[in-house]
């Protein structure tokens, strides 16, 4: 970062809270590779990078610019011949207005959830400890390590079966401001403890959730920079880490930056981060992993590795048919479509993320979702998702949730054992009916 965005970066803080003000979405579209290319260079140098996900010709592509950022962007897309359009010049508003929102929302009651609005950490950790409590026998929550700021690093493990049962693994919010995801997966969570429904679940599979796995950078995004994607720890000229590029495969590879002050800043070495250490401890000790899904916003899309090459991972036929399956799950309840495929083909190159280095060591199913956006094609619509969403797109992913852990964990519903079978409601059998339906319509 030079002197002169530095000085405005910082002139940009007022009263300790990050502002927005002068700061423009882009929305441009690449027709050939020769502009991708551009677009990549692009993502290297500003210091918001692209907010679109997919990055291919045709599709637009959107690009948040800070304001001393404005005349070299516009002067690289012209060179380049992108055509372009500006879809946001107010995004200071956006974000206050819904930082008000908040403010004037009344606080949920401790050890309660809510899906009308985005909690804070504060908020899911009670909730968490408030299931454990009162589903002692099937709940247990964890503190598997601290933040680089300190903050504890929870995850709930729910499971009513054996031991040696398959294990699922979610993970959420390794990037700040990605508020749905922590909302979703706290859904997911709500779920499979609350609802007698899917005890099914519990007693055929263990489940290992981690809700917030960026704490420092979720809790920042509330108090002072809603659109934090990093980790805390600070730097010489900017702060943070992105954390998801920090693991220990391919780390620096495609996709990603040495520049501390970019949005895919690699850290100093892999696993720098408190965060992802303590993410890689717990993945280690997991016994019969079947499935990872780490949750994402925004794109509507089920990626699978790799994310550092083009090459198609060894299972690629296996994961599409699972994202597949799981895709047209979701599309039955509102339409809305996730795209499938692998990641550095649909989205960009991410190496050194998660998914990547799950796959490799331990060549566990392992999908990178990326929930939907918030209406519009603004790069605020993109994560600036308006509440009353937040429900619908939790109850929308949930089908796609159970088609991935029927099919990974290898659950046959008519062969259950007996336990099980009793507790197999109407809607388990609809779903049974549904998929076989959908698999009607592949055969033909
Ligand atoms: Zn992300």
């Given amino acids: 970062m030079n002197t002169a965005l530095l000085l405005a970066s910082l002139a940009t803080v007022v009263l300790g809270r990050f502002s927005y003000e002068g700061y423009k979405v882009y929305q441009v579209t690449p027709e050939n590779e020769e502009q991708i290319a551009t677009l990549y260079k692009l993502r290297g140098t500003l210091r918001y990078g692209l907010f679109s996900d997919s990055v291919v010709p045709g599709y637009p592509v959107n690009v948040m610019v800070a304001p001393a950022e404005q005349e070299m962007f516009l002067q690289i897309i012209n060179e380049d011949s992108l055509n372009y359009r500006i879809t946001a010049e107010d995004i200071e508003s956006k974000i206050s207005a819904e930082r008000e929102r908040i403010q004037k929302t009344s606080p949920v009651a401790k050890g309660e959830i809510s899906f009308t609005e985005f909690q804070t950490y504060t908020v899911i950790q009670d909730y968490l400890q408030q299931l454990a409590s009162s589903y002692p026998d099937i709940v247990t929550v964890e503190e598997f390590g601290r933040s680089f700021e300190d903050r504890p690093l929870i995850l709930i493990r729910i499971g009513a079966g054996a031991e040696s049962n398959p294990t699922i693994l979610i993970d959420s919010t390794i990037h700040a401001m990605e508020w749905i995801s922590t909302s979703v997966t706290t859904y997911i ?159 960009y190159y991410a190496a050194g993320n998660s998914v990547d280095w799950i796959t490799y060591t331990r060549g566990t199913l392992s999908y990178t979702v990326e929930l939907p956006a918030g209406p519009g094609d603004g790069v605020l619509d993109g994560f600036i998702v308006p509440p009353e969403k937040i429900l619908p797109i939790c109850q929308e992913f949930w089908p796609g949730l159970l088609s991935f852990a029927h099919q990974s964990a290898k659950i046959d519903l008519n062969n259950a054992d007996g336990s099980s079978r009793l507790t197999i409601s109407f809607r388990q059998w609809a779903w049974v009916l549904f998929m076989y339906c959908f698999r009607c319509a592949d055969g033909i």
């Fill in 189 to 347: 969570i709500q779920q499979l403890v609350e609802n007698s429904d899917y005890r099914y679940l519990i007693e055929n599979i263990n489940w290992v959730i981690i809700p917030v796995l960026n704490p420092d950078g979720y809790e920042y995004t509330f108090t002072q920079e809603r659109l934090w994607r990093k980790t805390r720890r600070p730097g010489t000229l900017c702060d943070g880490v992105d954390a998801n590029r920090n693991f220990p495969y391919h780390w620096g590879g495609n996709g990603t930056s040495t520049d501390e002050c970019n949005f895919y800043y690699i850290g100093p070495h892999a696993l720098s981060e408190p965060e992802v250490v303590a993410f890689t401890n717990v993945v280690y000790k997991i016994n019969n992993l079947v499935l990872h899904l780490s949750m994402h916003s925004y794109g509507s899309m089920i990626l699978f590795p790799w994310g550092w090459t083009t090459e198609l991972v060894s299972r690629s036929d296996e994961l599409q048919q699972l994202g597949d399956a799981a895709s047209k799950a979701i599309a039955a309840v509102n339409g809305t479509v996730y795209i499938t495929g692998p990641s550095s083909q649909l989205l």
